[in-house]
Nanobody, 125 residues
Framework: VQLQASGGGLVQPGGSLTLSCVAS????????IGWFRRISGKSRDGISC???????YYADSVKGRFTISRDNAKNTVYLQMNSLKPEDTAVYSC????????????????????WGQGTLVTVSS
């Protein structure tokens, strides 16, 4: 089981980026996928999740700006990030779990079993 996150880079405030999380060794649509970010010097925070059934969740900090989606044919989950702010600067990672969990656990790292490496997003003018 492997996850590969990509798509990070440098973007100006107000700009957009789309992160990709490609899965290998398993079928994404049977797993819940979460996106996390770690701002320098701080803990890793969950920001979005898509359950295996397609339910989506967003942390308040990104709600209305970020959109999670899944392409089953490509075995890939995306995080579309719009209206980016300097405070969105972080290393973003995706994670997966086949286990069922309640909605209160979607943002906890311990909920997930598999992790991809991070991709750096820098929002700066």
């Amino acid at each position: 089981v492997q996850l590969q996150a990509s798509g990070g880079g440098l973007v100006q405030p107000g700009g957009s980026l789309t992160l990709s999380c490609v899965a290998s060794g398993f079928t994404l649509d049977t797993y819940a996928i979460g996106w996390f970010r770690r701002i320098s010097g701080k803990s890793r925070d969950g920001i979005s999740c898509m359950s295996s059934s397609g339910n989506t969740y967003y942390a308040d900090s990104v709600k209305g700006r970020f959109t999670i989606s899944r392409d089953n044919a490509k075995n890939t989950v995306y995080l579309q990030m719009n209206s980016l702010k300097p405070e969105d600067t972080a290393v973003y990672s995706c994670a997966a779990t086949p286990r069922r969990f309640n909605s209160g656990s979607v943002y906890y790292p311990n909920t997930y079993d598999y992790w991809g490496q991070g991709t750096l997003v820098t929002v700066s003018s």
